[in-house]
T-cell receptor, first 113, second 116 residues
């Protein structure tokens, strides 16, 4: 069935280092992917998205890479800051399937000062 | 902030009761989706409303129902509450996919429901 999974449930990095959060998906029909950040007590916050016809997209300090061959998605955060500490979710969706976002379980990023 | 608001922020109910959760979408968005997030898990899709019609539904029983109003605000109703319904309920608003195939859903802060 469809699923989005994350390779690591927790990630601890030093402030200033780069962070890489990985995500695997199984639905080859998924054509749009989104990374969300969720801080404690808050709703998921949009970070960056990518369509299936792209393999890389950059934002401010963040880069998303998509490898459709192995159904893998990653989020890279440059110069990680304490404010980046949160749970990160990847989500996938398929056009014309009623707006359903399929979320993974999440990776908790902890930034040490 | 996304501009998506939800009320109430917290709610305590007992088994068998009914609950109504509310959501106001971001200005300019005509689509609202609802998700259930259990502790330590990712959000699970309940359903989506587009222009007051249900546009898609996840694997939730019929006692989960919704409405969308002409101003695109929305309600989630849950009847016959069960202990397992305790969760964070998230509302997300969006616009239909744009010309680049993007349909970004922006989330509200959620309503935390506890069923005793």
């Amino acid at each position: 069935g469809e699923s989005v999974g994350l390779h690591l449930p927790t990630l601890s990095v030093q402030e200033g280092d780069n962070s890489i959060i990985n995500c695997a998906y199984s639905n080859s029909a998924s054509d749009y992917f989104i990374w969300y950040k969720q801080e404690s007590g808050k709703g998921p916050q949009f970070i960056i998205d990518i369509r299936s016809n792209m393999d890389k997209r950059q934002g401010q300090r963040v880069t998303v890479l998509l490898n459709k061959t192995v159904k893998h998605l990653s989020l890279q955060i440059a110069a990680t800051q304490p404010g980046d500490s949160a749970v990160y979710f990847c989500a996938e969706t398929v056009y014309n399937q009623g707006g359903k976002l399929i979320f993974g379980q999440g990776t908790e990023l902890s930034v040490k000062p | 902030e996304t501009g998506v608001t939800q009320s109430p922020t917290h709610l305590i109910k007992t088994r068998g009761q009914q609950v109504t959760l509310r959501c106001s979408s971001q200005s300019g968005h005509n689509t609202v989706s609802w998700y259930q997030q259990a502790l330590g898990q990712g959000p699970q899709f309940i359903f989506q409303y587009y222009r007051e019609e249900e546009n898609g539904r996840g694997n939730f029983p019929p006692r989960f129902s919704g409405l969308q109003f002409p101003n695109y605000s929305s309600e989630l109703n849950v009847n016959a509450l069960e202990l397992d319904d305790s969760a964070l309920y998230l509302c997300a608003s969006s616009s239909p996919r744009d010309g680049e195939g993007r349909e970004t859903q922006y989330f509200g802060p959620g309503t935390r429901l506890l069923v005793l």
